[in-house]
T-cell receptor, first 113, second 114 residues
Framework: SQQGEEDPQALSIQEGENATMNCSYKTSINNLQWYRQNSGRGLVHLILIRSNEREKHSGRLRVTLDTSKKSSSLLITASRAADTASYFCATDGGNTGGFKTIFGAGTRLFVKA | EPEVTQTPSHQVTQMGQEVILRCVPISNHLYFYWYRQILGQKVEFLVSFYNNEISEKSEIFDDQFSVERPDGSNFTLKIRSTKLEDSAMYFC????????????FGSGTQLSVL
């Protein structure tokens, strides 16, 4: 399986603090993506990092990728109550062909105002 | 921004009944997907569809499931004989040409099998 697995499963922080979520996966990848899901809603794409990239930034988001360790991290800086959501990493297969994207179990982030 | 549209938002059905979940992907996208999420659990891949045929499917996607793109705009998931364990949120997603780029998700259909 190439599924990403996030940790922690749940994270509770105060507004203004940084939130770090980690993801590990098992097989080679073309890219790794992070998505956000508000309760009961669809997933929204946040950021994509390709296998030949090590770090990427988008606003308050910073993603790192270590292909040697098969891991990625998502950092949300200066968190806000509105960042409360579940965050999923997702991987696209390396040499499997097809184009399926596999999601991990997610990290539930709760930001207290 | 263009959206993936799913209908209905909620579907209640009796065990053993057939259901059809409908999706309208983004118009210039070529790759289509169904995922499901049982309450509070992970988002599970069901099937991918490209060039009018299934490109990949998971173990979950057994003979009870089928997908169709009947008219060039709609993308449907049919469950022939629903079971209690089919109760979940079903998400449709699509992506643009080239694959391996970001997925655009619909807001989901909550299926409840009684």
């Amino acid at each position: 399986s190439q599924q990403g697995e996030e940790d922690p499963q749940a994270l509770s922080i105060q507004e203004g603090e940084n939130a770090t979520m980690n993801c590990s996966y098992k097989t080679s990848i073309n890219n790794l993506q992070w998505y956000r899901q508000n309760s009961g809603r669809g997933l929204v794409h946040l950021i994509l990092i390709r296998s030949n990239e090590r770090e990427k930034h988008s606003g308050r988001l910073r993603v790192t990728l270590d292909t040697s360790k098969k891991s990625s991290s998502l950092l949300i800086t200066a968190s806000r109550a509105a960042d409360t959501a579940s965050y999923f990493c997702a991987t696209d297969g390396g040499n499997t062909g097809g184009f399926k994207t596999i999601f991990g179990a997610g990290t539930r982030l709760f930001v207290k105002a | 921004e263009p959206e993936v549209t799913q209908t209905p938002s909620h579907q209640v059905t009796q065990m053993g009944q057939e259901v059809i979940l409908r999706c309208v992907p983004i118009s210039n996208h070529l790759y289509f997907y169904w995922y499901r999420q049982i309450l509070g659990q992970k988002v599970e891949f069901l099937v991918s569809f490209y060039n009018n045929e299934i490109s990949e499917k998971s173990e979950i996607f057994d003979d009870q499931f089928s997908v169709e793109r009947p008219d060039g705009s709609n993308f449907t998931l049919k469950i022939r004989s629903t079971k209690l364990e089919d109760s979940a949120m079903y998400f449709c997603a699509s992506r643009a040409t080239g694959g391996r780029e970001k997925l655009f998700f619909g807001s989901g259909t909550q299926l409840s099998v009684l």
